[in-house]
């Protein structure tokens, strides 16, 4: 799963284009900069698992301990990303439910 | 991902556990050859192997330059290496066998300094450090998903 398109376009400079004014002008990242460089992290642990999964099924691996590290790696990398998601989504339609 | 820190080092230790595993094997299979290396002629028993450990990141130069240089103070390994795979230099068997192909005039042979008993223990330690290090990863894997368990 390559998952580096929904991190470049939906999440990271887009959202930078349409509002205009960011927190990088005090020398800070705004969230979804902080978001998508966590989300390439993410990415990059679980390729990685998988790359270690083939290797595994192609007889390439030497140590099996790696394996398993790396798919639990990558699980809770997956898991923590799902969190934050959670709790973005959650304030998101907080504010909409705010009576105007 | 700094997360991960903890991982890194039980896989080194792991990954050091396995080789030591792996040179105890050696040293059970050879446990009577008499034909290991053959020196100015002549053959010389198999000796028997050791892993020297270290940890790693730890007391090198690189390392404290890189912590002085960014102005932080590390100290904290990065788990643990193997550094080296020496020969016990202890003295050979000798074993009466005049039929022996590698026997000596006086019908000895000389047979590998391996002890099995001392392997079978040193494989016992190997066996539970290697557990140690997986209930550590355990452990530390569990901290981390409890903390995800906050505020859910």
Known sequence: MDISKVTSESVGPKWQKQNGVGNEQQGQRSFSQVFSTYLNDVNHQVLESEKLNAQLVTGQVNHLHEVTIASEKAMIALQLTTQVRDKAVEAYQEMMRMQL | ?152
């Open chain 2, 1 to 152: 991902m700094a997360l991960f820190g903890q991982f890194g080092i039980s896989g080194s230790a792991l990954t050091a556990q396995r080789l030591r595993m792996d040179i105890i094997s050696a040293n059970i299979a050879n446990a009577t050859t008499t034909r290991g290396r053959l020196v100015d002629g002549q053959w010389t028993p198999y000796q028997r192997k050791m892993a020297v450990v270290a940890p790693r990141g730890g007391p090198s130069f690189d390392t404290f330059l890189n912590a002085a240089t960014q102005g932080k103070q590390s100290t904290v390994t990065q788990g643990v290496r193997v550094t080296e795979i020496i020969e016990d230099q202890t003295p050979f068997k000798l074993v009466y066998d005049p039929a022996h192909p590698d026997a000596n005039t006086e019908g000895y042979v000389q047979l590998p300094n391996v002890d099995l008993a001392k392997e079978m223990v040193d494989m016992l330690s190997a066996t539970r450090a290697y557990e140690a290090n997986v209930t550590a990863f355990n452990a530390g894997k569990n901290m981390e998903m409890k903390a995800l368990e906050i505020g859910r």
